[in-house]
């Protein structure tokens, strides 16, 4: 039975912070059902996934956990409960968490030459915000989720924990890249002949039947930060600046409702 | 200069608890815009705000929110730093806070015979959910709100904080009704002639193309709780049970981004 202060576990605790993430290459993934998400993630690549932490409890509640990382000849071993909690940035610690190698892929990797559907993120900074757009895009069939930002308006790190339980396991079934040049962003999406597409407040394009055309091609979505929209100039990047019409007295809708109407009109389009 | 002592103040922050809000028909809008939005929600009824709350830096940096407040003879009080904390359940309190009376009205008076587009809950717990999906209903230009939910599954307050401070507004702008009977709304839906839409994951009506001429008329959609959907005897109740396509490898999509998928479909269907 390890305890908090056994050096593997010890280690693993640091992953909670984003530098020594970076650094390790490597996040934690917590909960029963995120861990089988990473398992079926590593039965592509057993290497994927490093440590299995869990309590007696967990292991108790649910055997298959350990069969299938044993199985995959992942190290698994019993942790304290003190442990587990250790090892969780939440309120209520899920007693089992796995060590992962990060997911990210470079952007090239991450946008094939086939890719119908992308979605950009510039400058979100809220996890929880990111996690639900990477769990929106898979639903509507995006073909990858890019996370651009620089200096100013930092990307948020897909391995934070409030973002891997936004994403509801969905961080592991398409293709993730951290971008810093958000030029460099589109100049990759208009190599493979996408679209692009700004969702913006005031575009001059209304997502509404008329857009349908323009949706049915190969399309790259372009959302900005929760808090201040798309910066002007990225916007002007894009071929189309594009509206969710608001029929209501509403200001705007809030940046993953947004980004869920503009990624099911493009599945619409494309199915 | 009012402290958290002064007797005004402390009744004021016995709102931030769901008993007291009941009992005195009364809540807290915090923030120079939610602040902003409840003035002009008084403009149609003064009667509607009672006492406005703000710290010397908000009234130095918005002359105009006691300008708004004085000519419509609300009650206008400058507060101590710490007083305007206390009658904050954030963070980072704005410095303003309004007190109003409830916006909730009856399930009759909430639905208009006219009604074509009409969003319920049941059973939903989480306030920031509750609260994004009646911006979206807001903005989809749907005609009312209804919170339903029994003892068991309780509908949450509107009038909670982080609720009133997701809407962005929007409870404002459209009626809204807490429901204990959830029976009893289908009833008055039925009535006034709308079809009902349960969101189920595993509907039998898919959510697309093929879905438009259902979604021309009018509408009432009901969604169920974060954790658990709709029950399976309400989704019963319903005309039909309706999925909202997922063509990715995600089990399924949050409340708040399905409720956006399916209000925004409706009002493609409707505009």
């Not at 993120?121 to 995006?142: C, E, F, Q, W």
């Not at 990858?144 to 308006?153: C, E, I, T, Y």
């Not at 349908?212 to 929209?229: C, I, N, R, V």
Request: glycine content about 8%; some cysteine; overall charge negative.
């Amino acid at each position: 039975m390890l305890t908090e202060r056994t050096p593997r576990v010890a280690a693993a605790r640091k992953l909670l912070r984003r530098a020594a993430r970076l650094e390790a290459g490597r996040f934690l993934v917590e909960g029963v059902r995120p861990v089988h998400e990473a398992l079926t993630w590593a039965d592509e690549d057993p290497r994927r996934v490093h440590d299995l932490f869990l309590t007696d409890a967990v292991a108790d509640r649910d055997p298959t956990l350990e069969d299938r990382a044993t199985a995959l000849g992942i190290r698994v071993a019993r942790v304290t409960e003190k442990a587990a909690a250790g090892l969780s940035d939440t309120v209520s610690p899920q007693g089992v968490v796995a060590v992962c190698s990060t997911v990210t892929v470079g952007l090239d990797a991450a946008l094939a030459p086939t890719a119908r559907l992308v979605t950009v993120l510039v400058g979100v900074a809220d996890p929880g915000n990111a996690g639900t757009v990477i769990r929106t895009s898979d639903a509507a069939g995006a073909d990858a989720v890019v996370l651009a930002g620089d200096s100013r308006n930092q990307a948020v790190d897909p391995h934070n924990g409030k973002c891997v339980r936004s994403t509801m396991g969905s961080l592991f079934h398409l293709p993730l890249a951290v971008a810093r040049d958000v030029d460099a962003v589109v100049e990759a999406l208009r190599q493979r002949g996408l679209t692009l597409l700004a969702a913006a407040g005031d575009g001059e394009t209304v997502l509404d039947a008329s857009a349908d055309a323009l949706l049915a091609g190969p399309t790259a979505w372009l959302f900005g930060s929760e808090a201040h929209g798309l910066d002007e100039r990225t916007a002007e990047l894009a071929d189309h600046r594009v509206r969710v019409p608001v029929h209501g007295r509403a200001e705007s809708l809030n940046l993953a409702t947004a980004a869920a109407v503009c990624l099911y009109a493009s599945a619409r389009a494309h199915h």
